[in-house]
T-cell receptor, first 112, second 118 residues
Framework: EDQVTQSPEALRLQEGESSSLNCSYT??????LFWYRQDPGKGPEFLFT???AGEEKEKERLKATLTKKESFLHITAPKPEDSATYLC?????????????FGEGTQLTVNP | DARVTQTPRHKVTEMGQEVTMRCQPI?????VFWYRQTMMQGLELLAY????????DSGMPKDRFSAEMPDATLATLKIQPSEPRDSAVYFC????????????????FGPGTRLTVL
């Protein structure tokens, strides 16, 4: 069974204070690792897909990296508008089909 | 800007009543997912369809939940009878998959239906 654990559960930063969110996973045959952002009262919004260890992707102040056991979402010089819950999900091997298994999320608060 | 749409956005009902939630996937997407999100369980997959055919409904309580795709532009999730423990936010998501590979980056989520069962 695919499993995803995100840490920390909650993170409070000052504006400009860089940090990283962690997503540890156990999956048989990783076919993709996905990061989403979710604002209160809204659906998850796609950020990145990573397919293989060593891959990195960037978007504005966010950078996602992937190893064989975990992924990090690095946030550089965050702004208050980066406050949201960040969700990590994995797609396992062929038997998983198109199913994504989500972690519980990290709730990020960036104070001005 | 193509988006997944869901109706209603909010639903309050009494225990025992039937609830129907609707989803319009993004045009051209062939795979549609239904999720439930609660504080306790997080985001759980209930069922998903490819080309309107159900592929996996293992996450769905079979006795009271049913999901269908009457046509390519409409997916429905029905609960009958509803119970207070069904209170949650229900999300629909869609994506394009061919030969087991994503042709869209991933699946895209709708705004959700917040269901409260009293």
């Amino acid at each position: 069974e695919d499993q995803v654990t995100q840490s920390p559960e909650a993170l409070r930063l000052q504006e400009g204070e860089s940090s990283s969110l962690n997503c540890s996973y156990t999956v048989s045959g990783l076919r993709g690792l996905f990061w989403y952002r979710q604002d209160p009262g809204k659906g998850p919004e796609f950020l990145f897909t990573l397919y293989s260890a060593g891959e990195e992707k960037e978007k504005e102040r966010l950078k996602a990296t992937l190893t064989k056991k975990e992924s990090f979402l690095h946030i550089t010089a965050p702004k208050p508008e980066d406050s949201a819950t960040y969700l990590c999900a994995v797609q396992g091997g062929e038997t998983s089909g198109s199913r994504l298994t989500f972690g519980e999320g990290t709730q990020l608060t960036v104070n001005p | 800007d193509a988006r997944v749409t869901q109706t209603p956005r909010h639903k309050v009902t009494e225990m025992g009543q039937e609830v129907t939630m609707r989803c319009q996937p993004i045009l051209g997407h062939n795979t549609v997912f239904w999720y439930r999100q609660t504080m306790m369980q997080g985001l759980e997959l209930l069922a998903y369809f490819r080309n309107r055919a159900p592929l996996d409904d293992s996450g769905m309580p079979k006795d009271r939940f049913s999901a269908e795709m009457p046509d390519a532009t409409l997916a429905t999730l029905k609960i009958q009878p509803s119970e207070p423990r069904d209170s949650a936010v229900y999300f629909c998501a869609s994506g394009l998959v061919r030969d087991g590979r994503w042709f869209t980056d991933t699946q895209y989520f709708g705004p959700g239906t917040r269901l409260t069962v009293l």
